[in-house]
């Protein structure tokens, strides 16, 4: 059991800078003539900074992350009490590391693209459509302009096409600037389509329309 219980478990606030005038004055009172509580201050200090450069870190952490700051953390022969600042910082750095490697986004592969062309309904319109993924994680990036601005009851929508077959992958609308830049979730097997198409779409009528707006060839990438 530790001999100065108080201050230590002033320790973890104190490197952190949140102690009160007073309180922070008698913990380095206190740590000017015992070795311990300063060791144990610093070994505090050195895994805050650690934890504060890995919250505000963009990159991933290295794998080997956790083991460097164990190894870095000084051994004793001798067990004695741990404080619970020591715990909370040793958990928070474990929480990150995890959070990282499950947040970390997958890399989209891209598997295809096409150059839209515009039809008579739009003729100043143009875009690009990118397919990206692989397995269940496939998405469609649609990149538009020249588009009509949606009336009332109208959307977009982008189609799959195979002669006469369409597949829908989702619908979008557009504002008075005439542009978008959309993310779609497409099926699997999206690319394997030789065309793709925008049709301009009516809350009212259930049916797909004709009121084709851009289309264009899928290429394989």
């Known amino acids: 059991m530790s001999e100065h219980p108080d201050t ?4 973890g606030p104190y490197v952190m800078g949140t102690l009160e005038p007073r309180e922070e004055r008698e913990v380095e009172d206190h740590l000017e003539g015992c070795a311990n509580c300063r060791e144990e201050a610093q070994e505090l200090r050195l895994a805050h900074e650690r934890l504060a450069d890995l919250a505000y870190s ?16 000084p051994r004793r ?8 600042w020591v715990a909370a910082v040793a958990a928070a750095l474990c929480v990150l590391a995890v959070l990282a ?17 515009p039809t008579d309904r739009a003729p100043g319109a143009g875009g690009e459509v990118s397919i990206q993924g692989t397995g269940e994680n496939v998405e469609m990036r649609l990149e538009a302009w020249g ?3 949606c009336k009332s009851e109208q959307y977009y929508e982008l189609w799959l096409v195979e ?10 609308t557009v ?5 978008v830049d959309v993310r779609l979730n497409a099926p699997n ?15 009212k009528d259930p049916r797909a329309s004709d009121a084709k707006m851009l289309s264009g060839e899928l290429h394989e990438l």
């Open 175 to 179: 504002g008075q600037s005439g542009r």
């Open 189 to 203: 097997f999206a690319a394997s389509y030789p065309r793709v198409g925008v049709t301009a779409e009516y809350d």
């Open 8 to 11: 230590r478990d002033l320790l």
């Open 147 to 149: 588009l009509p601005p």
């Open 58 to 73: 963009t990159e991933t952490p290295p794998e080997d992350l956790k083991a460097r700051i164990v190894a870095g953390i």
């Open 77 to 84: 022969e001798t067990r004695r009490w741990v404080p619970t």
């Open 163 to 172: 002669g006469d077959e369409r597949v829908s992958a989702g619908t979008f």
């Open 101 to 117: 490697a499950v947040l970390t986004p997958e890399i989209l592969v891209a598997r295809a693209s096409a150059n839209l062309s």
